[in-house]
């Protein structure tokens, strides 16, 4: 559109016998009148678009855009071994402490038999979509033994993700 209209423009002074610099000075000038009726028309067709796009953007780039931190690839395994229990839908400790950058063995202990399901999760956030690692749910009584993957140093949440407002713990990761 805006290109016909600029072919139409060098044209109209071309047949007036203008020089080449009217022409162009009136090329440039009805690009420049093109432009400055081009923008308020642009903006005000703006809020229609816009109306239908925000919703769908802040919907699914939010979460992804927060920083998160993932398991180190390839760490060595360290000797660690702890217990954690699950009953009655609570943990029975508070707080983990494992060595950073190395992997460690986690022995859950899930005592509560049906209806309750539980997993063992690492957050990094307070919702529990920000998880690091989250193993498979279990029905006890049952024990499962997991590898669980080394972390950067620091202070961290783990969390059953069933019932992430009564199952949590802080793990430290130092
Ligand atoms: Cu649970």
Not at 52 to 71: D, G, I, L
Not at 121 to 137: C, E, L, M, T, Y
Not at 156 to 173: A, S
Request: charged share 15%.
């Amino acid at each position: 559109m805006s290109a016909g209209d600029r072919v139409e423009a060098r044209r109209e002074p071309g047949r007036i016998g203008g020089g080449a610099r009217t022409a162009m000075l009136m090329t440039a000038l009805l690009v420049a009148i093109a432009g400055c009726a081009a923008q308020p028309s642009a903006t005000a067709s703006a809020p229609e678009s816009r109306s239908v796009t925000p919703p769908t953007e802040p919907a699914s780039p939010t979460p992804v855009a927060r920083p998160h931190v993932t398991a180190i690839p390839g760490a060595p395994a360290s000797a660690v071994v702890l217990q954690l229990a699950a009953e009655r839908v609570r943990w029975d400790v508070d707080t983990l402490t494992v060595p950073a950058g190395m992997t460690w063995t986690l022995e859950l202990d899930n005592r509560d038999g049906p209806p309750e399901i539980h997993n063992f999760g690492i957050v990094d956030g307070p919702s529990v979509a920000d998880r690091i690692f989250v193993s498979p749910n279990t029905q006890g009584p049952i024990m499962a033994t997991y590898e669980i993957p080394g972390l950067p140093a620091g202070t961290y949440e783990f969390v059953c993700t069933v019932h992430p407002e009564v199952m949590r713990g802080t793990l430290i990761v130092q």
